[in-house]
């Protein structure tokens, strides 16, 4: 009798590294929250979304992706946080709807429709076998936000579009998220065609919207800000698009499917139970969805699984993604 391999996703990826136990709970006995909130994850979709049908192929462009976060949205309320500038010390919430439209107007107004982009790929699911010492050890299902070539230098680059409160590209170089898209998304399109034998992907472009709305204020002919009295503010706003290219080698593509092939043999031994079921513990544990529920399970007491039901369901949580790889 053959075992189906397990699926991986990238969220349930995220998942596990962030607490085994919320992984558990989520992937393992597919607990989802009845009533989904209108949150960063909720904004993050809507551009993502909105961008998807912006970014045809080729040079063609959809409906503007103001107008398709604005149906997205519907009659949904949802707030989002952001900053008004870099030296404010607190956010403010915004209203997700009007945010992300204004964001999305800035968008398109600063860089225009692309031009010396070329889509070769668009937003779409993809299916790969993970083999590890030669043996299959699970079915890695995830999407990427698009594959373009750059008119500017002629390469094939991976687009990986990030909505972000503050803007760091310190870390891009490490990012395995967009790494592990990276990593397959060359066999995958040379399987189908896409792709010539001899090209390959380049490396990553990340394509940061910062979550902020247009400054107001009155500039001056060389772009700076100014006060009410028309003298130069000393509050001038970081960009709030930025695009940073980080160029990837084939041994980064080892090091990739290494990295997910052994989160996968810990991830099966856990499901196994040669290992344990632990927790990450840290302040972020207030943003978890099973906060309360974890609180309860902490104390040895059984009422964890009344608040699982009352305000959770279960779901498959492989389920869009068994579908979009049919």
Known sequence: MTTALPILRTSERSAFRRCPQLWWWAYREGWTPKVKQADARWFG?????????????????????????DAWCGDEIGYAKTWLG?????????????????????????WGKDPKWEIIA????????????????????????????????GRIYLLETKTASQISTAYLALDDQAGSYWAV????????????????????????LKKIKPDERERNEGGAYLNKNGTVSKRQPKPAFVREIV??????????????????????AVRQGVLPVTKNTTRDCTWCDFFTACQLHERGSKNFQTILKADFKQADPYEDMRKSAA
């Open 122 to 153: 668009t937003e779409r699911p993809f299916s790969v076998k993970l083999v590890r010492e030669k043996k299959p050890v699970a079915i890695f299902r995830s999407r990427w936000d698009g594959v373009l070539r750059s008119l500017v230098d």
């Open 86 to 110: 870099d030296d404010y010390d607190e956010p403010k919430w915004e209203d997700a709807h009007d945010l992300g439209v204004a964001m999305l107007e800035e968008y398109v107004a600063y």
């Open 45 to 69: 979709i809507g551009i993502h979304i909105a961008l998807e049908k912006w970014y045809l192929k080729g040079k063609k462009r959809g409906p503007h992706p103001a107008e398709t976060f």
């Open 247 to 268: 160029e990837r080698g084939p041994a980064e593509r080892f090091t990739q499917m290494r990295r997910l092939t052994d989160e996968v043999a810990i991830m099966n």
């Open 185 to 208: 998304a060359g066999s995958v399109l040379r399987k189908e065609g896409t792709l010539r034998p001899d090209e390959e992907i380049a490396g990553i472009i990340y394509n940061f």
